[in-house]
Nanobody, 117 residues
Framework: QVQLVESGGGLVQAGGSLRLSCVVS????????MAWYRQAPGKEREFVAD????????YYADSVKGRFTISKDNAKNTMYLQMNSLKPEDTAIYYC??????????WGQGTQVTVSS
């Protein structure tokens, strides 16, 4: 079994920064790729960024490119999302997703990010 726990969300003014963390516990040997998604009120969940667990290659949604940075610490089984220059439209619940080499993905419970104008 795998558990994902996000933290680091909160309320911040536009232009501010937050760093989200996602700690993975359980059967971590099977991680292929990890990602951040977000879901704003009344909208569908959308992709934010992902990182290959072994190679470290990253990919970003156009809406966050240049402002957000995804990173990982394999030794701590932790993924991060550094969010700078936050905008009100970044307000959402942010979810951590683990994509295994085989089997179904796992999701965290989410952490709320609210950006005030």
């Amino acid at each position: 079994q795998v558990q994902l726990v996000e933290s680091g969300g909160g309320l911040v003014q536009a232009g501010g920064s937050l760093r989200l963390s996602c700690v993975v516990s359980g059967r971590t040997f099977n991680i292929y790729k990890m990602a951040w998604y977000r879901q704003a009120p009344g909208k569908e969940r959308e992709f934010v960024a992902d990182v290959s667990w072994r190679a470290g290659s990253t990919y970003y949604a156009d809406s966050v490119k240049g402002r957000f940075t995804i990173s990982k610490d394999n030794a701590k089984n932790t993924m991060y999302l550094q969010m700078n220059s936050l905008k009100p439209e970044d307000t959402a619940i942010y979810y951590c997703r683990l994509g295994p080499s085989f089997g179904s993905p796992y999701w965290g419970q989410g952490t709320q990010v609210t950006v005030s104008s």
